[in-house]
T-cell receptor, first 111, second 110 residues
């Protein structure tokens, strides 16, 4: 069945450094790739997304890259700040309802 | 603009009890789904719906039932609660693209 692998499971970086989280998916029909941020005790919230016809997308300090041939996509956070500390989830869907999520990455930004 | 509303926020059940987690959205989204979140396992899909009257199973459907009688509501029923169902449950809705999540229900089965 569909599967999304996410690495690393935990990531610690110094404030100001960059963080990269990678996901690999199995369903060739996947065409939408969102990233969600979840703060402790809160609901997941979308931070950036990319569709299959685009290779890269940026929003200020956050970027996502997609390699459809290799079936992987990555989240890049530059100039990390303490408020970036959270759990990040990647996801894929081939429609608009059946999201398959990665297992999450706990990012700690050390001041 | 309420978005996706889940109730209750916290619940403690005894083994064997049944209950319904409520989920409602006011965005006229066609698609709704239920996930459970366990440490180290991400968000796993329990059941989903592509519209009123249509539901289907996700990755971990055993022990749960759903129905979708209206576009707005998508309740999740636990038939006979087991300790393995202790988890945080999230309801989500979407139309095309972004999924909007409810606030979550922390369920403990003792």
């Amino acid at each position: 069945g569909e599967n999304v692998e996410q690495h690393p499971s935990t990531l610690s970086v110094q404030e100001g450094d960059s963080a990269v989280i990678k996901c690999t998916y199995s369903d060739s029909a996947s065409n939408y790739f969102p990233w969600y941020k979840q703060e402790l005790g809160k609901r997941p919230q979308l931070i950036i997304d990319i569709r299959s016809n685009v290779g890269e997308k940026k929003d200020q300090r956050i970027a996502v890259t997609l390699n459809k041939t290799a079936k992987h996509f990555s989240l890049h956070i530059t100039e990390t700040q303490p408020e970036d500390s959270a759990v990040y989830f990647c996801a894929t869907t081939s429609g608009t309802y059946k999201y398959i999520f990665g297992t999450g990455t706990r990012l700690k930004v050390l001041a | 603009n309420a978005g996706v509303t889940q109730t209750p926020k916290f619940q403690v059940l005894k083994t064997g009890q049944s209950m319904t987690l409520q989920c409602a959205q006011d965005m006229n989204h066609e698609y709704m789904s239920w996930y459970r979140q366990d440490p180290g396992m991400g968000l796993r899909l329990i059941h989903y719906s592509v519209g009123a009257g249509i539901t289907d199973q996700g990755e971990v459907p055993n022990g749960y039932n759903v129905s979708r009688s209206t576009t707005e509501d998508f309740p999740l029923r636990l038939l006979s609660a087991a300790p393995s169902q202790t988890s945080v449950y999230f309801c989500a809705s979407s139309r095309s693209g972004e999924a909007f999540f409810g606030q979550g229900t922390r369920l403990t089965v003792v």
